[in-house]
Each structure stands twice: as structure tokens, then as C-alpha cells.
């Protein structure tokens, strides 16, 4: 059966590539997909396969009952995009302004859409019942994931498996990790309130691009200097703004960054020491602040047995070259909701573009459209793989 299914994924190439690049024309934003939830609900009403709309939000949840008796497997793929103007100069770029697949998330769609037509094919000789769950935002915390569990998806489920199409990674490698795979990622905000002025009169102001380029550089000594070598732990700072005329110290400087932890300890850990290198460093300057900090998905940490089944999985697609084991990720993902309620495991499907790479969340983001057979096939021999 294993062998048929994958033949019939060869067969649906042509329309997956079809899909994905229509998927890519017409992207929306994270709690604003509706149309984009409207197509994948049209595909399974073309099916024949029920399912539920409005789950959590946006959210679909499809079923699919095989004939004979096994376990219920649920099968996760995201489909919101992101705030990117789209740069690049092909037939499917992005036709929504400012908006774009800048992550492979249509391409996610796609994958569990062609899985499922397949699947429904062979229903009478499929073991056990497969889930569908189509999530919405998952580039945005609180995210989708959260409302959906707490709407019941995960109920009846007894494994959970999910993918990400991953341009670091070379078309026709699979990885994984037993534990942890993605980290934490949290959020944080710091407002330097000083007191402008004439830029050619600096004594007469609290310039705080002055103690905000300070602060940058003693918020970096946390990790280097205060957290345990053999800890994993990341703080980058994303935005930096302040001011408008170059003549002009502003009142104001904003700061974003992010957290990256596996540990909660040295999460929290983390938190209060950003807390007091601001206090601290804005002392020092005689200005005051405010300092928001949002605690966003946690980690994604495989179940080890199921991480070694999709490797197992992956080994049984021919276009696969690599089936592996790596180092976690510091990126995030709201798959660590369904995996702290269920087994099951998360992993790469390299998709890495031939003539170079480009990195997720870029203007010029594109993926290898071949991963996406990979990526279903997978998602089946692992789906399979729990009923034999």
C-alpha cells in the first residue's frame, strides 16, 4: 500500500506545484486568513472528507475514517503569511501588497491537502483515522495552535506529527531531534524615555540613542557573561528606532528583541537580568523607561520514540538521501502545544532552492517544489508506520 500512495503522490506533482503557486499569489496575515481558509475547505468538500471550519479562529479540521480498525493519527500543516513585501520576479509572486509566503506555509497546505486526497483514494484499505488539521497563524503569538487543542482537536488523537519545508536544508534530507528540536521564543520591548533637544547642544538633553546603544551592548554580556556555558540561550535585538531629523536628539529611543531558551529557569532567568541591565544602565543616564516582556511558544520537544519513527519513515522515500539526527533549532514554533498534549515529532523537510540559498522570512524566500512530495510521503509511511 505504502508503495501505491507514493506512486499516486508522483502522480499529483503537476497539480501540488499548480496549488502552491496559487496559494502563494493570494497570502494573508496571521487571524486574518479567511479566504485562504475558504480554499481548504473547498478542497475537502471536493473530497468528500468532513470537517469542521472556524476551529479556534480560523482553523479547519478534517477526518478521515479508514475502513479497517488502528489508532487516529493527526497530521498538522500551518497557512498564514507574513508582513514582507514579496521581491521576487516570477509568475507567482505575491498579488496581496506587503504580504507574502515568506516561510513555505502554502507549501505546508499544499503537502497535507495532496496526503489527504490520496489517502481518501485508499480509504477502504487505510488502518485507523488520520486528522487533518489545517492551523492558522502560527507567525504570530499567542498563535493558532492554543485555541485549537483547547477546541478539542487533539481529543481522540493518540500521535501527532507535523513538518516544515526548510530551505537550510538541502532538498532531499529529513532531520529531526529526539527532545528538543525549536526553542522557546519570547518577546520583549524596552521604551528609553530621556529629553531631546538641539543636536548641537548635547549637555541639555538625556540623549537616549546614547544610553540605548549602551544598553545594546551590556544586554548582549548576559548570555556571555551570566548564563552557564553548557545552556543553550539566545537574546538578539531586532529593531532599534529613535528620532527623525539628524539634527535632533529625540525625547524617545524603542527597542525589540527576542529570547530564545529550551530551559525555563534560565528563561526566567533571563527575563530578570534584562530587567536590571536596563535599570541599572538607565540609572546610571538619569532617564526612565518601560520594559515589556511577552512570553511566547514554548519549546518544541519531540517524543524520542516518534522522532526515530519519522526518520524510519523518511528512509522509506527513495528521494530522500539523508534521514538524520541534528542539534535543535533556536527558531520557534506553536507545534510544542500539540506535542505537550500528545507523542509525536516534528521535523525539517530540506527544500533548499538549487541556485542558492535564501533564507525564511526573506523578500526573495522560494523553496524547492519537489520537497513537497518528499514532505507527503513522509507524513505517510510515518502515519503507516503507527498502525503496522
Not at 535599570?279 to 524520542?304: E, L, M, Q, W
Request: hydrophobic share 40%.
Amino acid at each position: 500500500m505504502r508503495d501505491t500512495l507514493f506512486e499516486e503522490i508522483d502522480g499529483l506533482y503537476d497539480e501540488m506545484v499548480e496549488m502552491r503557486r496559487f496559494l502563494h499569489q493570494y497570502p494573508e496575515l496571521s487571524f486574518q486568513e479567511y479566504k485562504t481558509a475558504a480554499f481548504i475547505q473547498e478542497q475537502y468538500k471536493i473530497l468528500d472528507i468532513p470537517y469542521q471550519a472556524n476551529v479556534g479562529g480560523n482553523g479547519i479540521v478534517a477526518t478521515l475514517k479508514g475502513a479497517k480498525p488502528g489508532k487516529t493519527v493527526a497530521l498538522r500543516a500551518d497557512f498564514d503569511a507574513l508582513p514582507i513585501q514579496d521581491e521576487k520576479d516570477l509568475p507567482y509572486k505575491s498579488k496581496n501588497d506587503g504580504v507574502m509566503h515568506a516561510c513555505g506555509h502554502d507549501g505546508h497546505t499544499t503537502t497535507l491537502l495532496a496526503v489527504a486526497k490520496v489517502l481518501k483514494k485508499y480509504q477502504e484499505e487505510l488502518p485507523g483515522t488520520v486528522v487533518f488539521i489545517h492551523q492558522h497563524a502560527e507567525e504570530l503569538a499567542p498563535g493558532g495552535a492554543k485555541p485549537m487543542i483547547e477546541a478539542g482537536v487533539l481529543e481522540y488523537v493518540d500521535v501527532v506529527y507535523g513538518t516544515h519545508l526548510w530551505t537550510n536544508t538541502p532538498y532531499g534530507i529529513v532531520q529531526t531531534s529526539r527532545g528538543n528540536f525549536m526553542a522557546a521564543a519570547d518577546h520583549f520591548t524596552i521604551e528609553i524615555k530621556g529629553k531631546g533637544g538641539h543636536g548641537a547642544m548635547p549637555h541639555q538633553t538625556k540623549d537616549p540613542i546614547v544610553v540605548g546603544s549602551q544598553l545594546v551592548t551590556n544586554l548582549q554580556q548576559i548570555v556571555s557573561r551570566r548564563i552557564d556555558p553548557l545552556e543553550t540561550a539566545v537574546l538578539s535585538i531586532g529593531q532599534f528606532h529613535a528620532g527623525d531629523a539628524y539634527n535632533v536628539i529625540p525625547d524617545v529611543a524603542m527597542i525589540d528583541g527576542t529570547v530564545r531558551t529550551f530551559n525555563p529557569d534560565v528563561q526566567h532567568f533571563i527575563k530578570e537580568e534584562i530587567e536590571k541591565v536596563i535599570k541599572g544602565t538607565c540609572i546610571g543616564y538619569d532617564v526612565s523607561y518601560d520594559f515589556d516582556y511577552d512570553y511566547g511558544y514554548r519549546p518544541v520537544v519531540n517524543h524520542a520514540e516518534h522522532a526515530d519513527k519519522v526518520l524510519a519513515a523518511a528512509k522509506q522515500v527513495k528521494e530522500v538521501e539523508k534521514a538524520e539526527m541534528i542539534v535543535p533549532s533556536m527558531t520557534g514554533e506553536d507545534f510544542a502545544y500539540y506535542l505537550e498534549e500528545k507523542p509525536g515529532a516534528y521535523f525539517f523537510t530540506g527544500a533548499q532552492i538549487e541556485n542558492g540559498f535564501v533564507p525564511h522570512h526573506h523578500p526573495l524566500f522560494d523553496f524547492d517544489e519537489r520537497a513537497m512530495k518528499i514532505a507527503a510521503k513522509t507524513l505517510i509511511a510515518a502515519t503507516l508506520n503507527v498502525n503496522e
